[in-house]
């Protein structure tokens, strides 16, 4: 969050008369020194860290604030009212420091510096990572206890975001397939960018390759995403250099069902970075625009005929979108334009630019192997969330596609 501060300027007219030049310099330094730490601290109250409790959908279910000792995060025990039960009640024996929560027909007892937590009735003691502490003279849970404890007193999923303090929520197995006359067994190309000696993609101030980016994720996306059964065939599986059609041949020959190219994105401003998402719509903004009307040749027949999978790849879309927000400060979009490299691809599909080499942060994000890890999840729980949505025909969350002003 950035903090500005504004200021006015008065002009009053004064009688001429001398002033000490020497004194002008020391005078607005102290007064730009003054206001530098009024922005400070101004920001550092704005700026109070938070823990974000999110459902299965990306929605916003409490913001509780945060403490911070020895590395690890605390939250006040009132947040169990606002996350687990609202009718919570507690008590907190401060001679013997020892805490009690009642909370969904069970008691749950703490001790204050010890990780050991008792669940009456019917559970089994449970051992958190972190134990709870006292902080400002009250007792602190560490965010530990509702990663570990949710599942057990409300059924459910919990996956944490431990670089953005946020925490999803979400019904066990919400995200399992319904068998329904097979369409559970789809096969997901995806399609690692570039490759070869010839077509390196863009490079990172760091020297670090486009192509090899977008390999790497996709190995790691292949494995995570069979590990849950759902079945991912590669373009390329070294770094090779393969032509259009090659890729499309690909998914034609492994019976494809969804196709997703993996790129990486540069600007000219270091300040432009995360995610992006495009789908293909010919009817989208042109990126180089022509006064000339095109001949309906046989390849313009097509891409007019890809348009027929344009419905299920914005559901793609928005199920990756719903999923990748979550490792994400700021939403990621979902753009539509004519995209040649989707042109033939006849199945529902979209490109994922997984972020800017030209910007510092996502540059060290890119290179970090538990991100990338991350990543894959999240794509795999997008795969999951797709398949589940079209068997029981529900329609997906999502944002629309934005059409861009500028070409990217």
């Given amino acids: 969050m950035t903090t500005r501060t504004h200021s006015t300027v008065y002009n009053e007219k004064a009688p001429e008369r001398c002033v000490n030049t020497d004194t002008v310099p020391v005078k607005i330094g102290a007064l730009f020194l003054s206001m530098l730490v009024f922005a400070i601290t101004l ?27 020895n590395e690890h ?45 008792t669940i009456d009735p019917g559970a089994e003691p449970v051992t958190l990572a972190t134990p709870p502490v006292i902080i400002a003279q009250q007792p602190m849970l560490p965010i530990d206890f509702f990663i570990q404890l949710l599942p057990i007193l409300n059924d459910v999923e919990v996956i944490y975001n431990s670089r953005l303090n946020r925490l999803q929520i979400r019904p ?45 994720f996709a190995k790691q996306l292949q494995w995570t995403s069979r590990q849950h059964g759902i079945q991912v065939y590669l373009t390329r599986e070294t770094d090779t250099q393969k032509t259009h059609f090659e890729r499309i041949q690909v998914g034609k020959q492994k019976r494809g069902q969804l196709f997703l190219s993996l790129h990486c994105n540069a600007s000219f401003s270091p300040h432009e970075k995360g995610i992006r998402i495009y789908v293909n719509n010919p009817k989208g903004q042109l990126r180089f625009p022509s006064t000339t009307k095109p001949a ?74 538990e991100y990338t890890a991350s990543v894959a999840q999240a794509m795999t729980r997008a795969f999951q969330r797709y398949i589940s949505a079209i068997n029981q025909n529900i329609p997906p969350e999502g944002v629309e596609p934005q059409t861009p002003t500028s070409s990217r």
């Fill in 172 to 216: 066990k197995d919400t995200l399992i397939p319904i068998e329904t006359n097979g369409t559970q067994d789809l096969t997901i190309i995806v399609d690692p960018g570039h490759g070869g000696p010839d077509d390196r993609g863009c490079a990172g101030s760091t020297g670090i390759l486009e192509k090899d980016i977008a390999l790497t």
């Fill in 43 to 69: 920001g550092s109250f704005a700026q109070a860290p938070i823990a974000r409790f999110i459902d299965a959908n990306g929605k916003t279910v409490a913001e509780v604030q945060v403490q911070y000792q």
């Fill in 296 to 369: 309906l040749t046989g390849q313009r027949l097509k891409i007019l005929a890809q348009a027929n999978y344009l419905k299920q790849s914005k559901d793609l879309a928005y199920a990756l979108q719903t999923e990748l927000n979550f490792l994400t400060e700021t939403p990621i979009q979902i753009i539509d334009l004519p995209l040649i490299a989707l042109s033939d691809t006849y199945m529902p599909a979209v490109v994922l630019e997984l972020g800017y080499l030209s910007n510092v942060e996502d540059l060290e994000k890119l290179s970090n192997s």
């Fill in 73 to 117: 995060v605390y939250l006040p025990v009132d947040a169990v009212k606002q996350v687990i039960d609202p009718e919570t009640t507690h008590q907190y024996n401060h001679p013997r420091q020892r805490l009690t929560l009642k909370t969904k027909d069970r008691e749950i007892r703490l001790q204050i510096g010890r990780p050991t937590v």
